[in-house]
């Protein structure tokens, strides 16, 4: 900016704030705080805060604020120059495999279940499970995840440390190596603590005899199971995401973020064309697509769930979005029972279903604007004249508009068990989705 | 298939610890010992770590000699609460540093998002900035 500024931010974030200034190369940067949280406060007590001490240095909070931006720069401030980043040694050990699983857990690089210890030899054996070369770039740089990922860089070798480390076999590999090819890893950092969903489309499901049938989203088998764990760790390790009060600020964290939602799609029991294909994929390739968003839910709580005859599906998925985050999307998860009889409804396409919601969920002007994602997300996008959001924000209050800013930010994948007609909702938007087949 | 023993034996709730001291030494209870010692190897794991790039240091900008008579940017990041800190902060500079012009500006974009042009603002027509995250 060239002018001398001071950041405020809240107490909450001191780990957060100082790391991020560091990493962006200002690791004395003068940072001033107050109490946590200021949101919601009246004026009144905004400016008792102001009036107030600053809650980590405990000086008075507006003078340290004027001191920021008059006192003399220190040596060690106008220092310019490179620094390198340590992650700790190449190798740990030689040690027993007691000591080594306590060692990996204690540094952060575990989801704190015992991992599979990754011994050169077992690296090796992954690096079998693709034709790729061990020391090619798989990233150079990663556009930053959450709040501040900073730009890691990794190799296939390391992407299989972490492949061992999660239990996955050689034979998963490439669908490891797809899911970090798209240069956003797990452990999303927001206060929203959201979460992933990988979805697996194409051969490579019964290659890996992927679970797709009854249980089909729970622990009954490895691919499922290890590939989603997968992600988590890769999120902790070839970034520096995951840690606590730095990189990862999810308030009450995400029971997700241990598998990740792992959807291998039953394309043979679904009527309708499988996921990837409507991502410009052919049917045959192998692809996972990567969802991003805050929950999932059972949409056998919806209103009218428990209606026998002629079960209305589409008005039950509707009633779910109603309490969704509006602005990310939602992956409805349908058993093939759902998907038959919405086909048998006349919706022969994912398209119509996703039409008829997209128009027939909505809410007022109103509840959008003092909703939480409009407000943050959207509000800003409105400014910058973005359509729809600009005109939402100038109609009258009572105006009803869709819940969804577009029709095709719901989508549909398929599976499960049939042992009775439920989905369930996923609050989650698409981001990328990779081929695998390139990673064999 | 070998049977990891020490597994069995804690699985029902004996020490593995309890049969070593006990007796003389069967030519099983050698192989469970051989076994231990397996178990106790010592091996190498490879880190899981990918590779930070180096950080550059950037120089912070040269302080003021004094806020009196400047302007002071306040920029409002979007997040809640930020705003209305500012606003009050402004009320306090009208207060205290009379002198001092405050010009609140709300970041264009998403929180993240960067902003060159209202940078470039501050910098022709601003002597200093605040920023307030909000939370």
């Avoid at chain 1, 026998?308 to 039950?316: I, Y």
């Avoid at chain 1, 998925?317 to 409804?345: H, N, W």
């Avoid at chain 2, 804690?10 to 070593?20: I, N, Y």
């Amino acid at each position: 900016m060239g002018v001398p500024s001071v950041p405020i931010i809240t107490r909450e974030y001191v780990d957060l704030a100082k790391a991020t200034a560091a990493r962006r190369g200002m690791p004395r940067e003068r940072i001033t705080f107050t109490p946590h949280p200021i949101w919601g406060r009246t004026s009144a007590e905004l400016i008792a805060i102001l009036g107030g001490a600053d809650p980590v240095s405990g000086r008075p909070l507006m003078r340290e604020i004027t001191d920021a931006l008059t006192v003399p720069l220190s040596t060690e401030e106008k220092k310019v120059g490179i620094e390198n980043v340590s992650v700790g040694p190449p190798v740990y050990g030689p040690d027993t495999l007691d000591n080594l699983q306590e060692l990996l857990m204690a540094n952060g690089m575990t989801d704190y279940m015992p991992i599979i210890i990754p011994t050169e030899e077992k690296v090796e054996a992954m690096l079998q499970g693709t034709s790729h070369g061990a020391d090619e770039v798989l990233r150079k740089s990663i556009e930053g995840v959450g709040y501040e990922s900073a730009q890691w860089g990794f190799t296939v070798r390391q992407v299989a440390v972490n492949a061992v480390m999660a239990g996955c076999r050689p034979d998963f590999f490439p669908v490891v190596l797809a899911m970090a090819s798209v240069g956003q890893l797990g452990l999303f950092g927001s206060t929203t603590s959201s979460s992933t969903s990988l979805v697996i489309n194409g051969p490579i499901r019964d290659k890996l005899n992927m679970n797709y049938g009854l249980g089909a989203l729970s622990p009954f088998a490895q691919a499922n199971a290890t590939i989603g764990r997968c992600w988590t760790l890769m999120g902790k390790n070839l970034t520096p995401g995951g840690v606590p009060g730095d990189t990862y600020q999810g308030g009450q964290g995400n029971n997700l973020d241990y598998n990740n939602l792992v959807i291998a799609e039953d394309e043979k029991s679904s009527p309708w064309p499988p996921l990837h294909t409507q991502f410009g994929f052919k049917a045959e390739e192998s692809v996972v697509s990567i969802f991003g968003g805050p929950d999932v839910r059972q949409g056998h709580g919806a209103k009218g769930a428990g209606v026998a005859e002629n079960a209305k599906f589409d008005e039950q998925m509707s009633f779910m979005f109603q309490s969704m985050v509006g602005g990310s999307g939602a992956l409805v998860i349908c058993d093939p029972l759902v998907a038959k009889r919405l086909v048998e409804q006349g919706y022969d396409a994912k398209s119509k279903l996703a039409d008829w919601l997209w128009k027939n969920t909505q809410r007022t002007a109103k509840d959008f604007r003092e909703s939480f994602l409009a407000y943050v997300h959207l509000y800003p996008l409105a400014l910058q004249g973005r359509e729809p959001y600009a005109t939402w924000y100038k109609l009258p209050d009572d105006t009803m508009i869709p819940f969804f800013p577009r029709a095709d930010q719901i989508n549909f994948v398929v599976c499960g068990g049939q042992a009775n007609a439920f989905f369930q909702v996923a609050n989650m938007n698409h981001g990328r989705s990779a081929s695998i087949d390139k990673w064999m | 298939m070998k049977l990891n023993r020490r597994k069995l034996l804690s699985l029902l709730g004996a020490s593995p610890g309890l049969l070593a001291g006990s007796g003389t030494e069967s030519g099983q209870q050698r192989n469970t010992r051989q076994s231990s010692v397996a178990a106790e190897r010592r091996i190498v794991a490879v880190s899981p770590k990918g590779t930070p790039p180096p950080i550059t240091l950037s120089a912070m900008a040269l302080r003021l000699d004094t806020l009196e008579g400047k302007t002071i940017y306040m920029v409002d990041t979007g997040f809640f609460g930020g705003g209305a800190l500012l606003q009050g902060m402004q009320g306090w500079f009208q207060q205290n540093l009379p002198s001092v012009q405050t010009v609140f500006r709300k970041k264009a974009g998403v929180y993240a998002e960067d902003d060159p042009k209202l940078w470039a603002e501050i910098k022709a027509h601003g002597n200093a900035a605040i920023m307030a995250i909000g939370h």
